[in-house]
């Protein structure tokens, strides 16, 4: 990586090096499975100048988020859930009447602004998706959001937006400082925009080295955040810490200047301070941990195999596919992974080529233990599947450590 996307420094410290993978998203029909993949290397730098945590961008988004992009985001029940309860409470404490989403997806958080007669607009390059939204009646149009975008929006008689939210979508820009300026322009002036992203330090103290894969080209700590906000003028005013991905944060922010800074904005950042993130020795000891984990989970599936157990995963998201092709885990060790997605059954993970397989699977094979892959999800699937304690199974986690429940 030549320059920092942010403060344009050159990057000389490695955060981890994952290997070379496919792209994370990048299921595979039976047919492709004798056909060339194209990997990219998964090295994550640190720049000791701002401290944005980066992957460089190799692997193009405009490849990434095309018409094949499999990621529904209605397809989990706790992705739902999450916006209902979000719109609520934007609705209380700001009231919008007209709302951008970025990063809108199948239309599963505009919906229910529009349910409360809010005037929506969704922006998303995934064409499968936003097809399904437009299908529910949400507007959306099939594009990259950036300065660009944002200028053409405000030529129009609703051009700017009360409220711009993004959930898991500013960690996808890999230019950074064009994507701020254009919520600095479609922003209303009395405007707040929100935008969740997993937390720098919960994917440290977590080992959560998944969440890592060609999509996220950015990985933020608060005071990251907060400075490329201010560079565009842009006051983060508040902040929300919230479980989702394992740890996440929940930024607001307004026009500058801003001067109502939260107490738990002010204690992050002394928490963040505290921890040492802003100091090299802070992003030393990630790898070795990783490579931790690595071990004992390749060891636990080697032993069961050879002790004929049957072993079973669950969850294939994108972040499965980064643990299991930096394990180097294939359908040897682990034959299938069920997932409810209709998108990915009967396809094959990237890398590993692993099945993609539908619930029946397990009721069919009554494996020993099952794998859970999307540890984020761990309570809803454990609930989701406690049928299979029925038979003696066990349920897997590898995320933070290795864990037989």
């Known amino acids: 990586m030549s320059r920092c996307r942010f403060c344009n420094t050159e990057p000389t410290r490695v955060f981890c090096d994952l290997g070379h993978q496919p792209p994370s998203n990048s299921f595979l029909t039976k047919a492709q499975l004798d056909e060339p993949e194209m990997t990219y290397p998964l090295k994550v ?3 000791e100048k701002c401290w944005l945590v980066q992957l460089p961008e190799i692997a193009k988004a405009t490849d990434i988020f095309s018409d094949q992009y499999p990621y529904y985001s209605s397809q989990s029940p706790a992705n739902v859930s999450h916006a209902k309860k979000y719109c609520g409470m934007m609705m209380e404490r700001f009231n919008p009447k007209r709302v951008l989403e ?17 005037i929506v607009l969704g922006v998303d390059p ?19 959001f950036g300065s660009l975008y944002a200028n053409i929006l405000s030529q129009h008689e609703v051009g700017h937006y009360d409220l711009i939210c993004s959930i898991n979508t500013i960690a996808h820009q890999p230019h950074i400082n064009d994507f701020v300026e254009g919520l600095r322009i479609a922003l209303a002036p009395n405007g ?26 950015n990985y ?3 005071g990251t955040i907060c400075e490329i906000f201010h ?49 090299p020795e802070y992003y030393s000891s990630f790898q070795p941990k990783i490579d931790t984990i690595k071990t004992h989970l390749v060891r636990f599936l080697i032993e069961a195999k050879m002790e004929g157990k049957k072993v079973a995963g669950y969850g294939a998201a994108a972040k499965s596919n980064t643990f299991l092709n930096y394990c180097g885990i294939g359908p040897y060790l682990l034959p299938y992974i069920v997932d409810r997605s209709p998108h990915k059954i009967g396809k094959f993970c ?4 692993i099945p993609v397989v539908n619930e029946s699977a397990l009721k069919q094979d009554h494996p020993d233990y099952v794998l859970i892959l999307a540890w984020n999800l761990r309570n809803e ?4 599947l406690s049928y299979v304690r029925g038979w003696g199974c066990k349920f897997i986690v590898a995320v933070p450590s290795l864990e037989v429940i």
């Open 126 to 144: 995934a064409v499968g998706p936003a097809d399904v939204a437009r299908k529910k009646g949400i507007p959306t149009t099939n594009d990259f």
């Open 381 to 384: 699937i454990m609930e989701q």
């Open 231 to 279: 560079k565009h003028r842009l006051a983060v005013f508040d902040v929300d810490e919230i479980p989702e991905h394992g740890g996440s944060l929940r930024i607001y922010a307004e026009h500058s200047p801003s001067c109502r800074h939260s107490k738990k904005m002010r204690e992050l950042l002394l928490r963040e301070g505290a921890k040492g993130m802003f100091t």
């Open 45 to 47: 730098m640190v720049c």
């Open 192 to 217: 707040v925009t929100t935008m969740e992203f997993p937390h720098l330090m919960r994917l440290v103290e977590g080992n959560q080295f998944d969440t890592i894969y060609q999509e996220h080209y």
């Open 350 to 353: 990237p890398g590993s080529h």
């Open 220 to 222: 933020f700590s608060f």
């Open 102 to 118: 970025i990063g809108s997806n199948d239309g599963y958080m505009l919906q229910w602004f529009k349910e409360k007669g809010c």
